[in-house]
Each structure stands twice: as C-alpha cells, then as structure tokens.
Nanobody, 112 residues
Framework: QVQLVESGGGLVQPGGSLRLSCAAH????????MSWYRQTPGNERELVAI???????TIQPSVEGRFTISRDNAINTVYLQMNSLEPEDTAQYFC??????WGQGTQVTVSS
C-alpha cells in the first residue's frame, strides 16, 4: 500500500521558516520524481517544486529564492524548505510521487 505522509506544517509569522517533510512508503522511491503542490480554498492545486528521481530540482518562479526542495533517498523522504514566508504562502501543502500518488496534506498558515 502506497502512503505519502507529510509533516512539518503549522503556524508561522511572516518572514519565518518551515520545513515540510514527506515520507514515502510502498514505492521504490528512487523511481519517482517527487513534488510539492499547494492549494487554497476554492482554487486548484498548484505546483510549487519538483525534484527528479536523479535529484534535479525545479522551483516555481513564485517561490524561487525562498523555497528549496531536496530528497534523501536513504530514508525515502522529500523536503520542502520554506524561508521568508509570506501570508500568500498560506495553503494546504501536498506531496506527490510521480503522477499517481498524493499525500494527505499539511496546513501551512503564515500570519502575525
């Protein structure tokens, strides 16, 4: 059974940082590109960052320079480091493996 388990979300003040983690179970992790999406109420999920199976990262322009994506293949985990957070970053963040598998999401709220 495939499971993607996100953690690390929470409430943070503007300018603060969070690191999201996504632990993958039930897949051959190194076979998959891993990505992070985010979604706000009433809107579609939008891609934030993706890292290829070989470790090449791509960050969306809206968060470039503030967010980084990385992966640790030894523990089947992908990370999203988020710095200089803004209220506009408030969303539910989802991990995705390839195009088939989604995590349950973790809430990030940026507010003073």
């Amino acid at each position: 059974q495939v499971q993607l388990v996100e953690s690390g979300g929470g409430l943070v003040q503007p300018g603060g940082s969070l690191r999201l983690s996504c632990a993958a179970h039930g897949i051959t992790f190194t076979d998959y590109a891993m990505s992070w999406y985010r979604q706000t109420p009433g809107n579609e999920r939008e891609l934030v960052a993706i890292i290829s199976s070989r470790g090449t990262p791509t960050i969306q322009p809206s968060v470039e320079g503030r967010f980084t994506i990385s992966r640790d293949n030894a523990i089947n985990t992908v990370y999203l480091q988020m710095n200089s957070l803004e209220p506009e970053d408030t969303a539910q963040y989802f991990c995705r493996a390839g195009i088939m598998y989604w995590g349950q999401g973790t809430q990030v709220t940026v507010s003073s």
